[in-house]
Nanobody, 121 residues
Framework: VQLQASGGGLVQAGGSLRLSCAAS????????MGWFRQAPGREREFVAA????????HYADSVKGRFTISRDNAKNMVYLQMNSLKRVDTAVYYC???????????????WGQGTLVTVSS
């Protein structure tokens, strides 16, 4: 199983970025997908999750109304649209896959390698 995250970079506060995660080696539509992040000196934290059919999404309170998770099962892709970025959003962002939707907010069975998002003032 491979999860390849991309789309990170340097952006000014208030700007937007779209992260992508390409999945391979698994039956993608059987998995809930999620995004997590880890800021320097902090533990990894949940950001957003989506179930296999895109009928249910969950967000951390800190990103509600600013971030949107989506997926394309035909392309084995999951996305994170990040708007109104703040300096506190600076972190390495990881995508994850979980065979159980109920535990997606806790972590994944599989993890990607991470992509760095840096928000400057």
């Amino acid at each position: 199983v491979q999860l390849q995250a991309s789309g990170g970079g340097l952006v000014q506060a208030g700007g937007s970025l779209r992260l992508s995660c390409a999945a391979s080696g698994l039956t993608f539509s059987n998995y809930a997908m999620g995004w997590f992040r880890q800021a320097p000196g902090r533990e990894r934290e949940f950001v957003a999750a989506i179930n296999w059919s895109s009928t249910s999404t969950h967000y951390a309170d800190s990103v509600k109304g600013r971030f949107t998770i989506s997926r394309d099962n035909a392309k084995n892709m999951v996305y994170l649209q990040m708007n109104s970025l703040k300096r506190v959003d600076t972190a390495v962002y990881y995508c994850a896959a979980n065979s159980m939707e109920a535990t997606m907010t806790l972590g994944g069975d599989y993890w990607g390698q991470g992509t760095l998002v840096t928000v400057s003032s």
